[in-house]
């Protein structure tokens, strides 16, 4: 159920108008519904749930990159989440927002000394190691602190997620993970390392799947390496298929996460039964964008309308330094208008006001528009205020979160005098 809806012709989140949205808190703003957000994490605790892992047999970390705003982790925490995390600053956020340092796993190619320390003290639930050299590093970090560190290597499965370059992960070209061919020594090497306790094995092979056929196929790599590993003593009590489920941005069409995941748990099950007895492994997945991205919009306004030689631009105040999804993977977001106009409509290109060409949110969408419009730009979600910037000396945008009639302001809108606060001139 979409809870983006015309009514009365006018674009609401839930029961509140966009509009009303900008008359109290302005524009640029990032706009969440509860209800998306809730209904999209349920896809997956359910399908957890009715294929048999009630409890202690499956977790879902959200991937806290996507949108890390404390309320959303707060109510997704409530809901039983765990947290997938890629630094110590999203670590310091799960914390502050009431998750679960032990439903913590930490991902990432790059973990610091520094990091390492913050996340053992908080007892998290497991290292994704991506290197032997951070394995080494974690055996040495941890010894110091008197700890043994829990870690699943990343492993490259070497399929390919048929998904943009730039968020394509799991093949061999790829700085992610450890290859395929390495990953039984890495193994070997950290079963001997006396501070590393070997807990599962994980992969994730990209990102904007539509399809499950390569998460699939990652999931027999995986399985073979299991087998292997558990018949040389090493032994796998989880199993994380990493995440990367699509959403529809244009006219795409993902599987349906209860259809991939059935297929997924039945797989498992049966190699379980036919190889352990049915000895159960714990699953775990690492969604993003399939939780947050259709549940969000970035409202705008229209500031000036623009007839140039070969084109028309519609000017926001959104820009680049807002979403930069167009700009850097030429992604395609939805327009929509939030009171819907009669009248005439050209072919606009919607451009921000930073000095940048690449500055442009869509290109050629045929609108009716006037000056001071507010524009919704769809299924801004997910990788949109995570990765926004303050290019252009711009405070970032606001977050509201709608729940069903009520508005909450989840983030202050930057002011310009904090953008500089941690600057000095020379004395
Ligand atoms: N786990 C790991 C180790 C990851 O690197 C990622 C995303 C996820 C889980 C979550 O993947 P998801 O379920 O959201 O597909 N900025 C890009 C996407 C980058 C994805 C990075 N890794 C975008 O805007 O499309």
Redesign the pocket.
Known sequence: MSHFSYQNGVLHVENVPLSEVARQFGSPTYVYSKAALVENFSAYANACRSNGRDGNGALVCY?V??NSNLAVLNLLSGMGSGF?I?SGGELLRVIAAGGDPRKVIF??VGKSHEEMRLALSHDILCF?VESTAELQRLDQVAGEMGKKAPVSL?VNPNVDART?P??S?GLKENK?GIAYDEALDAYRTAARLPNIHVAGIDC?I????LDDAPLLEALERLIELIDRLESEGIAIRHLDI?????ITYDKDKPVAVSDYLSRLFTRIDAWRRERYQGAAIHVMF?????IV?NAGVLLTEVEYLKHGEAKNFAIVDAAMNDL??PA??E?WHGVQPVRQREGATLVYDIVGPVCESGDWLARERRLALEQGDLLAIMSAG??GMT?SSNYNTRGRAAEVMVDGDKLHLIRKREEPASLFALESMLP
């Open positions: 991937s990159k996507s997938d890629v991902s990432g994704n990343r943009h730039y968020i992960t992610f994730h990209g990102s904007q799947l990493g995440g990367g489920i699509g690492e969604p993003g964008r399939s991205g930069m999804r850097m993977y992604a997910a990788y990765m």
